[in-house]
């Protein structure tokens, strides 16, 4: 599984900020809860909108997780590219 227990550190180059094994799992899971509690299921589609930071991957990884399709939308995207 991609978040087993060899998973490396999840590092955000131009600011330096890391994220070890045991916190990118924990902040996954805490964001799988989350997801789920929105009703995302399996096949769903999941778009997030919000920039490229540890966050991003970490709600990537719990839409996959979640067995959704996940995906980036940049925040210049317009509401008519959306729908």
Not at 33 to 44: E, I, W
Not at 55 to 81: I, N
Request: charged share 25%; aromatic share 8%; no cysteine.
């Amino acid at each position: 599984m991609f978040l087993d227990s060899t998973a490396g550190n999840l590092i955000e180059p131009l600011s330096d900020r890391r994220w070890d094994p045991g916190t990118v799992r924990s902040e996954v899971a805490r964001r799988v809860a989350r997801f789920a509690r929105l009703g995302v299921r399996p096949r769903d589609r999941v778009f997030l909108h919000h920039g490229n930071g540890l966050e991003f991957f970490a709600d990537l990884l719990a839409g996959w997780r979640l067995g959704a399709g996940a995906g980036p939308g940049g925040r210049r995207v317009t509401p008519h590219q959306i729908d």
